[in-house]
């Protein structure tokens, strides 16, 4: 079992950045892939971008190379996405995702576990 657990939201300014931060406990082996997904209100889940444990392997959708990066610190069992300049429409619940597999896949329905998400709000 893993459990996930997303800090580092908040209201920011657009033009300004955050760094998301998912604390993951319970049984992470190496062969599991990280993700990030984000919901805006109406919206379906979004792919972010994905980063295999041992962060050889990074993936990013198209909408988020440039702004967003993910990384991993394996000692703190730690996952981060750092955004930077920051729009209005970067609004959404962000969530961490799990995937035993490791398959890194931009589809939601191939992770396994999940965070209760953090909330970011963007101002214009």
């Known amino acids: 079992q893993v459990q996930l657990v997303e800090s580092g939201g908040g209201l920011v300014q657009a033009g300004g950045s955050l760094r998301l931060s998912c604390a993951a406990s319970g049984q992470i082996f190496y062969r599991y892939a990280m993700a990030w997904f984000r919901q805006a209100p109406g919206k379906e889940r979004e792919f972010v971008g994905a980063i295999s444990w041992t962060a050889v392997n990074t993936y990013y959708a198209d909408p988020a190379k440039g702004r967003f990066t993910i990384s991993i610190n394996n000692a703190k069992n730690t996952l981060y996405l750092q955004i930077n300049s920051l729009k209005p429409e970067d609004t959404a619940v962000y969530y961490c995702?799990?995937?035993?597999?490791?398959?890194?896949?931009?589809?939601?329905?191939?992770?396994?576990?999940w965070g209760q998400g953090t909330q970011v709000t963007v101002s214009s």
């Open positions: 995702a799990a995937d035993y597999r490791g398959s890194g896949s931009s589809y939601a329905s191939q992770y396994d576990y």
